[in-house]
């Protein structure tokens, strides 16, 4: 039978890494047209594929994965289409010619800043997986002047309703009548995150902006609304910070990169 490995076609699509995929398939909890696979067999985009009982929407596998770099702006929604009609991150895209766009993770309707997207399942996955840390980093706005005990707390920590959190970086990037700016570092994704931290201290955040997501900085010169694909040295970068840690290549932390705040 011609195609793709099982795994190879559920890893480009979003579904997890390869190794996790191959554990599934050794689990029995993976099936081609009702049938459980056994790791080496094949599968073509016309199959249905399932993983306990959920029907995958199979991408393509292709070549080394692309990255694009998107400026989101306040008012558009991470999702692919949107009830209510909104615009959504995905309507200003452009289209691939086999694949799709998987975003890396969220930012709500308010947020503005980078998102990444990519048509390689496998380094969705990774960038956004819990036990990869990845950094993001956020400009922030908050009503009021926050003291250096109230920033200690935030890089001490602070209970939320989803458990402890706290910013791995903090700094102080300007003051104005009411207001306060910051730059914050944290290397999770829980959903609104940022806020939730200023609101368990009793700040309200009045703007938030993402300005770096792993290796990959906000371009100045990008627009809001406007992308950019990935040179590709980061996306090599970008693929290390999505390899489980045992397979990541011996280099450094990644320098920071053109563009940011």
Known sequence: MQGE???????ASGCG?????EQWIRD??????????????RAQPGDRLQIDGREIAITAASGPGRVLLYHKPVGEVSTR???????????????LAEGRWIAVGRLDAHTSGLMLFTDDGEIAHGLA????????????RVRGQPDAAVRARLLAGVPLDDGPARFDDLQVRGRSAGHAWFEVALHEGRNREVRRLWEAVGFE??????????AAHLPEDLAPGTW????????????????PAA???????????????
């Not at 289409?81 to 289209?95: I, N, Q």
């Not at 955040?205 to 792993?214: C, D, E, P, Q, W």
């Not at 397979?247 to 705040?261: D, E, N, S």
């Open 205 to 214: 955040v009045s703007r938030l902006k993402r300005i770096a997501f792993g």
């Open 228 to 243: 950019r694909l990935a040179t590709k040295a980061l996306c090599e970068q970008l693929r290390d910070q999505a390899a």
């Open 129 to 140: 997986h819990p036990s990869r840390e990845i950094p993001r980093r956020y400009l922030v």
């Open 17 to 21: 890494s390869r190794r996790e995929i």
């Open 247 to 261: 397979l990541r290549r011996g280099r450094g932390p990644p320098q920071p990169g053109p563009g940011g705040i």
């Open 5 to 11: 490995r099982v795994q190879k076609l559920l890893a």
């Open 28 to 41: 029995g909890r993976v099936t081609r047209n009702g049938r459980s696979v056994t790791l080496g067999d």
């Open 81 to 95: 289409r949107d009830p209510e009609g909104r615009a959504t991150v995905f309507d200003r895209l452009p289209p």
